[in-house]
């Protein structure tokens, strides 16, 4: 993979390469047999409800059995972030099939400290305390509150209901953050202002779930947005605060395997969004692509490929809604680069390999039953990263993407964690060490 960017590689060749990953054909499920789902008996769920679980299966009573979707509908159920560990296994009389499936549940309500690091970055600590519940009445409802202080303190609330009105289709979520950020724009590096934004975010979401793997969305919220020294051209509104609205929809295709870290299947997110309504002073829209492929070789060994992009158009932007790369995504290689523009191109290539596991660890003298089932396992990764930001009066041919390549050892955690140890190198061969938490993509 180090060739391609010795050689200096293109972005129509490196588009190349990540559509013909995504042409591969993936493993073929057969139509099925003639043997027909009798029951599907879950077990283990003290707290969950049964249908949370057989939503995610493909499998339906009465319709054919297919045994070669049971290992993937148990990646799909652990996928729920619910429980520890999920075993599925079945039974056949002769031309009727039972399935068991058997979860093992995680501890679900935490009053929690905050901590962590913001945009990736080991020195922007913040600190605080929460309260989660991931799965409210039994239903996979999610709620949250908290707060945090250090760098770019906030407080959040949020409710998720997968299942709103009682229907399985229907979905909700409604939040509400307060942030007091630092500047991100580095326009302003040269004249050293390092002025801080205070933003009130609202949003609210309503959607319906098409199919097991396709949803649509349609979201409304207001934001305020307000910063601590008035720039022209950071703020739109005169009077130095944008107040205005925001609406979108979005639509999503999800068929990966495991969403903490994915060896097979396809995720399509692709999403309109217009900020400004009436006469505010904040008017323009934006699109948002980000397609990603994961196509098994082996049993151990999968190549993974993604496409980002998000454009804007309208009115120009204020500085706080433009793109960059450097914080949440990155390039490694130029890990701690920033690359700020309106537009932003990303691409990247990578080749996991499962070394070890997942395996399971019993911890018989657990305080609770919930943390008694512990997951783990670690992968071996190879990578290749290109990006690229641009304002709309650039010319896109004349654009000169930023890249990096490297491998790395990933740890898979136990609720849901990934820790990820890994060495790049950029264009010119310079290396860095990078220590992150999550899977890239």
């Given amino acids: 993979m180090g060739l391609f960017f010795w050689n200096g590689m293109s972005i129509r060749l490196y588009i190349t390469v990540i559509l013909l990953v995504a042409l591969l054909p993936a493993a073929a499920h057969s139509s099925g047999s003639e043997v027909v789902v009798d029951n599907i008996v879950v077990s283990g769920n003290k707290i969950t409800d049964k249908s949370v679980i057989i939503r995610e299966m493909r499998h339906r009573v009465g319709e054919h059995f297919m045994p070669e979707l049971l290992a993937y509908e148990r990646d799909r159920i652990y996928s729920l972030g619910l429980f520890n560990r999920v075993d599925i296994h079945h039974s056949v009389n002769e031309d009727r099939a039972t399935i068991f499936v058997d979860v093992h549940e995680r501890w679900y309500i935490f009053p929690v400290p905050v901590f962590g690091v913001k945009d990736r970055d080991w020195s922007k600590l913040y600190y605080g305390l929460g309260v989660v519940h991931y799965n409210f009445r039994g239903r996979n409802e999610k709620l ?123 995720f399509l997110h692709a999403a309109v969004s217009k900020s400004g309504f009436g006469k505010s002073h904040v008017d323009h829209f934006r699109t ?32 706080y809604s433009h793109m960059f790369i450097g914080y949440e995504e990155k390039i490694r290689g130029h890990f701690r680069d920033i690359y700020e523009g309106e537009n932003v191109f990303l691409s990247s290539l990578e080749a996991r390999f499962r070394l070890l596991g997942p395996k399971y660890f019993e911890w018989k003298n657990a305080l609770a039953p919930e943390f008694s089932m512990l997951r783990y396992g670690i992968n071996l990764a190879l990578f290749g990263d290109l990006g690229t930001t641009w304002y709309r009066d650039e010319a896109i041919h004349n654009l000169k993407p930023v890249k990096g390549f490297g491998a790395g050892i990933h740890l898979l955690l136990p609720y849901s964690g990934v820790l990820r140890i890994e060495y790049a190198f950029d264009e010119s061969f310079d290396g860095e060490f990078i220590i992150d938490l999550f899977v890239m993509f």
């Fill in 144 to 266: 949250w509150g908290g707060f945090a202080l250090g760098y770019d303190p906030w407080i959040s609330t949020l409710y998720s209901n997968p299942a709103i009105f009682g229907s399985e289709d229907l979905f909700f979520e409604t939040q509400f953050i307060y942030t007091r950020t630092e500047n991100r724009s580095v326009l302003y590096e040269e004249e050293l202002r390092n002025f801080k934004e205070t933003r009130y975010i609202f949003d609210v979401t309503h959607g319906k779930r098409l199919s097991i793997f396709t949803t649509l969305a349609f979201s409304l919220g207001y934001r305020s947005i307000n910063a601590s020294e008035f720039i022209p051209g950071h703020i739109k509104s005169p009077g130095g605060t944008d107040n205005y609205m925001i609406g979108s929809v979005a639509f999503k295709f999800d068929t990966r395997d495991i969403i903490e870290y994915p060896m097979y299947g396809t």
């Fill in 288 to 319: 948002l692509l980000d397609a990603r492929r994961f196509v098994p070789i082996s049993d151990r060994l999968s190549i993974a490929g993604r496409v980002y992009t998000s454009v804007a158009g309208g009115r120009s932007l204020p500085h």
